[in-house]
């Protein structure tokens, strides 16, 4: 072990680590601990010549060890090994000492920085002679695909990757796909109208030979790793045998309980117990609510209207919940939002004054397959002579979201354009704090607006609220609001407030998370692995995520981020095989006295137990190296590769020789 | 159920009947209350705007005090005061160097205080401590058919919101609607009744209470009910000067929830101190069914 030559290589990271620690007198220090042969330092360590650096030393000096102190090691420690390998060492005899996020970045005084990257670098310099050459695991891939949510983002992702040849499962948990924007009416700015432009994308989904529609399901548990999951997903049931109903409807028109409200159409119109959410589902077919259906719900539907109304007799009444199993290489997370509950900003009095909407209501009422036929009505089925939008609800808000929704300004437009469009009479106003119109095309339609005659009033709404202070406001909404740009308060009577609230991570978004096995931002959306490079990956290799589920974002954003999770997944599974970390756990059989505990405590099903050595043994391809095992066993026998209790020891040796 | 009770200074003026009805009633729901003993002025309004720092250290004696006096929650039945004490102890929790201000003053007068005195408001109390279902349970005259405008005033729930919502509390329409009242939808409940701005720029307070007061008369309310004495002055007593700014011909009635509340509960009238307000309860006296 004395012989190991230790190469020490110290990034300034620009000013990200040098303006705080002083590299000069750390690199100088190392020179001096034990086993280090060399100690440099470089600007940017990761550039070609500072990773030539590593490889130089390598083949010149006999290096045998390196230790590189720069980021951490989830940023650049692929790239650290990969020169490390190109220069001849086995890549796991490189260690990377985290003095940016862990010391530079979080420590104030530059003495203390200082002395604080000698410690962390010295838990590296003594745990590297003990380090042991490992080999990547090669493992094979499977090449069919998980898609979850039937939004516009997994839509576009399934067929995007069926065009390739893959096999692809759609998961959604709505008895159709189409997510939110299939309630859409227009979309902005191009005022396309939405259904003319989603369903074709929806109907192609549903006959695709490659595409596996699994409709009203939802994914229960996941396990295994890249290349290589298995998902077990419940399909709820439908009360309805999907292999013969036709979606004709006729059930719906027959079912005696009529008056339940439509969460397609936001509660604004009904549906009947017995239900095809919207003309265009896909897949065209009936589920039973079996809490509204009498049947199901109380035991008696004297008439069951349905099944004498159902030609080809698919109703069902003994389904039960199926829960299917399938292996897959990988996963697209599509999952969406929800919109926020604007019920919660109480001064604008959405639940307790009527014709105060939210834009999501407002979609529906706009939309000529929604409840009022694409009528712009007020609850009195009167048009409104006044409306006032109010931006940003529950967003850039710090007593709710503090983000911005991205999205709000822009459909806020097109609400007054299709006001204006309808009711060229009606006087329009826009509550902004500022306009947000950042995509291609959007500032000239907010232009085009202001040319039709809108009402733009920079000012965060006060209250909504149905004191009426004048004539003109009795009978009426008024909306009481600073004009920052006049200096004045306003009082604007309205017939019809909407508020444009803001975009929410789906309520079990975490939960969601926690199944797949990654994290969520600290304002609730998944995780992505990298803000700007790996904005559509997730710490876990081979879950990908796309759309709303990651942050707001409107239908070109989502998209495009459908396309690019499509490729990343593409990337992975058109392989036959990948390789997988060698840090798992080991058992050594001599030593296990096949106690058991371990095989129970494995989440990830990864240990055995063989009978004929009475001993537990690791499953290779489904360890994942969380090292629960090497923590839980009562003689110490399984130990984890990279991470030997020896090295570890070592290394807190190290950080406090300093 | 025991509470150290701190009245507050309109409570010896303008408010007595705050006063004097919350005794009758806590009396009658078997609350004690024991007064604090040598409290002074809570720190409010004129303080908060001009010296910050004084009026945290005038409320922090208060709450010195009866953090020495005993274990009890510290109650207020002003709206002032209870805003006013807790945000003293809100300031200390968060700075330091508040809180080193208010003890270095505390220390001229021999005392400390560590912050942490837990304040309450009565309807907090009534609410959450004795139960609307207790409430409910004790009623012997309902106020059936009586129409009560809840009025909370701007610093019932803001801007903390500590025991209802900031924006728009509803804990005075549960309380009402458990004494079998018909309270009325009062949008106009958190709106400023113009508060000391009465003094400076009277017109401006004026068109303030007429909002409050045309929005009591469009619902039909027979009675408004307040939380604070400032509001309840404010809506009573400048009622005349409102008509004659407005051309209105208001005379509602204005009350202390706890004289309404303790009618409710068969506390007579002139324990409530109603012979007190200024515009006639008669009406509403005769409109509660015996």
């Given at each position: 072990m004395a012989e190991e030559k230790i190469g020490v290589y110290i990034c300034h990271c620009g000013t990200n680590i040098g303006g705080k620690v002083d590299v000069e007198e750390v690199t100088k220090w190392a020179a001096t601990q034990p086993n280090v042969a060399v100690a440099r330092e470089y600007k940017y360590m990761c550039s070609d010549p500072g990773q030539d650096l590593i490889k130089n030393d390598i083949k010149e000096l006999g290096i045998t060890r390196a230790v590189v102190a720069a980021c951490s090691p989830t940023m650049h420690e692929p790239t650290f090994r990969k020169a490390a390998s190109d220069g001849g060492l086995n890549?796991?005899?490189?260690?990377?000492?985290?003095?940016?996020?862990?010391?530079?970045?979080?420590?104030?005084?530059?003495?203390?920085?200082?002395?604080?990257?000698?410690?962390?670098?010295?838990?590296?310099?003594?745990?590297?002679?003990?380090?042991?050459?490992?080999?990547?695991?090669?493992?094979?891939?499977?090449?069919?695909?998980?898609?979850?949510?039937?939004?516009?983002?997994?839509?576009?992702?399934?067929?995007?990757?069926?065009?390739?040849?893959?096999?692809?499962?759609?998961?959604?948990?709505?008895?159709?796909?189409?997510?939110?924007?299939?309630?859409?009416?227009?979309?902005?700015?191009?005022?396309?109208?939405?259904?003319?432009?989603?369903?074709?994308?929806?109907?192609?989904?549903?006959?695709?030979?490659?595409?596996?529609?699994?409709?009203?399901?939802?994914?229960?548990?996941?396990?295994?790793?890249?290349?290589?999951?298995?998902?077990?997903?419940?399909?709820?049931?439908?009360?309805?045998?999907?292999d013969i109903c036709t979606g004709c409807g006729a059930c719906q028109e027959a079912c005696v309980v009529r008056k339940v409200k439509s969460e397609f159409d936001q509660g604004l119109g009904f549906r009947s117990a017995i239900y095809i959410p919207f003309a265009q589902a896909v897949p065209l077919r009936a589920t039973i609510d079996p809490a509204k259906c009498l049947t199901l719900s109380k035991g008696k539907c004297k008439q069951q209207t349905c099944v004498s109304a159902c030609g080809p007799g698919a109703i069902d009444f003994e389904q039960k919940d199926e829960v299917v199993e399938l292996d897959v290489g990988a996963i697209i997370m599509a999952t969406g939002f929800e919109l926020w509950d604007a019920a919660q900003e109480t001064r604008y009095g959405y639940g307790r004054l009527d014709n105060v909407i939210t834009s999501l209501e407002f979609e529906r009422i706009s939309n000529a397959s929604g409840p009022t036929g694409g009528e712009i009505v007020c609850k009195n089925g009167e048009a409104p002579k006044s409306v006032v939008i109010l931006h940003c609800v529950g967003s850039r808000d710090q007593n709710y979201q503090e983000f911005c929704s991205r999205v709000c300004c822009m459909y806020s437009l097109k609400f007054s354009h299709l006001i204006k469009e309808h009711l060229p009479e009606t006087e329009v106003y826009e509550l902004y704090i500022d306009m947000r119109c950042f995509g291609k095309n959007y500032e000239e339609f907010y232009r085009r607006l202001m040319d039709e005659g809108v009402n733009f009033v920079r000012g965060r709404a006060a209250e909504v609220t149905d004191v009426a202070l004048s004539p003109d406001e009795e009978g009426r909404l008024v909306v009481k609001t600073e004009d920052t740009l006049l200096g004045i308060v306003r009082r604007i009577p309205a017939d019809m407030v909407i508020l444009s609230a803001g975009l929410s991570p789906a309520h079990d978004a975490k939960e969601v998370s926690q199944i797949f096995g990654f994290g969520c931002s600290a304002n609730g959306f998944y995780l992505e692995r990298h803000p700007k490079l790996e904005p559509v990956a997730t710490v876990t290799d081979g879950i990908f995520i796309a759309g709303c589920c990651q942050y707001p974002k409107d239908i070109p954003d989502t998209v495009a981020q459908a396309g690019a999770a499509a490729a990343g997944v593409l990337g992975l599974v058109d392989n036959d095989t990948v390789k997988v970390e060698p840090t798992i756990s080991y058992i050594d059989p001599e030593k296990c006295s096949g106690c058991h505990i371990c095989v129970g405590l494995c989440p990830h099903n990864a240990i055995q137990y063989n009978e004929e050595k009475n001993a537990a043994e690791v499953i290779e391809a489904a360890c994942k190296g969380c090292g629960v095992c090497v923590s839980a066993c009562g003689s110490n026998v399984p130990q984890q590769r990279g991470y030997l209790d020896v090295q570890i020891f070592a290394e807190i040796e190290g950080a406090l020789a300093v | 159920m025991r509470y150290l009770y701190y009245p507050g200074c309109s409570a010896e003026a303008t408010g007595k009947a705050y006063d004097i009805s919350t005794r009758a009633l806590m009396a009658k729901l078997g609350v004690e209350l024991i007064e604090l003993d040598d409290w002074n002025c809570c720190g409010a309004t004129s303080y908060f705007s001009v010296?910050?720092?004084?009026?945290?250290?005038?409320?922090?004696?208060?709450?010195?005090?009866?953090?020495?006096?005993?274990?009890?929650?510290?109650?207020?039945?002003?709206?002032?005061?209870?805003?006013?004490?807790?945000?003293?102890?809100?300031?200390?929790?968060?700075?330091?160097?508040?809180?080193?201000?208010?003890?270095?003053?505390?220390?001229?007068?021999?005392?400390?205080?560590?912050?942490?005195?837990?304040?309450?408001?009565?309807?907090?109390?009534?609410?959450?401590?004795?139960?609307?279902?207790?409430?409910?349970?004790?009623?012997?005259?309902?106020?059936?058919?009586?129409?009560?405008?809840?009025?909370?005033?701007?610093?019932?729930?803001?801007?903390?919101?500590?025991?209802?919502?900031?924006?728009?509390?509803?804990?005075?329409?549960?309380?009402?609607?458990a004494l079998g009242a018909e309270v009325v939808d009062y949008p106009s409940k958190l709106k400023c009744c113009g508060g000391l701005m009465m003094m400076t720029k009277e017109e401006g307070a004026l068109r303030m209470c007429h909002e409050l007061l045309k929005t009591a008369a469009d619902k039909n309310a027979d009675v408004i009910v307040a939380a604070c004495p400032l509001c309840e002055m404010n809506l009573e007593a400048y009622q005349p000067r409102v008509n004659s700014t407005f051309g209105t011909n208001f005379k509602i009635p204005v009350m202390y929830f706890t004289q309404l509340a303790g009618l409710a509960f068969g506390v007579e009238p002139k324990k409530l101190a109603i012979d007190l307000q200024l515009v006639s309860c008669d009406d509403v006296l005769a409109a509660i069914p015996a």
């Open positions: 890549p796991y005899l490189l260690q990377m000492a985290n003095i940016r996020e862990h010391c530079s970045w979080v420590t104030i005084d530059p003495v203390a920085a200082t002395a604080k990257a000698k410690r962390i670098l010295s838990a590296q310099i003594h745990r590297l002679p003990l380090n042991e050459p490992l080999e990547p695991i090669e493992v094979p891939v499977n090449h069919d695909v998980l898609v979850v949510g039937g939004g516009i983002a997994g839509i576009e992702a399934a067929l995007k990757l069926s065009a390739t040849g893959k096999h692809v499962t759609l998961v959604e948990r709505n008895p159709s796909i189409g997510g939110h924007m299939a309630m859409f009416d227009k979309t902005f700015p191009t005022l396309d109208c939405a259904a003319c432009i989603l369903t074709p994308k929806m109907s192609a989904l549903g006959k695709d030979p490659n595409i596996t529609l699994m409709a009203y399901s939802e994914v229960e548990y996941v396990e295994g790793y890249v290349g290589n999951f298995t998902v077990k997903v419940r399909k709820k049931a439908r009360y309805v045998n999907t | 010296r910050e720092l004084d009026s945290f250290a005038i409320a922090a004696r208060n709450l010195s005090i009866a953090q020495a006096q005993g274990d009890e929650d510290l109650v207020a039945i002003c709206n002032a005061c209870y805003t006013t004490l807790s945000k003293t102890n809100r300031y200390m929790a968060e700075s330091d160097e508040v809180f080193k201000a208010v003890n270095g003053a505390l220390g001229v007068v021999g005392r400390s205080y560590d912050g942490k005195k837990p304040v309450r408001h009565i309807m907090d109390v009534l609410i959450n401590d004795v139960g609307l279902d207790a409430v409910a349970d004790k009623v012997t005259r309902r106020l059936t058919g009586v129409k009560v405008a809840p009025y909370y005033g701007c610093q019932y729930s803001r801007p903390m919101g500590t025991f209802d919502d900031t924006e728009f509390p509803t804990t005075m329409d549960s309380l009402f609607k």
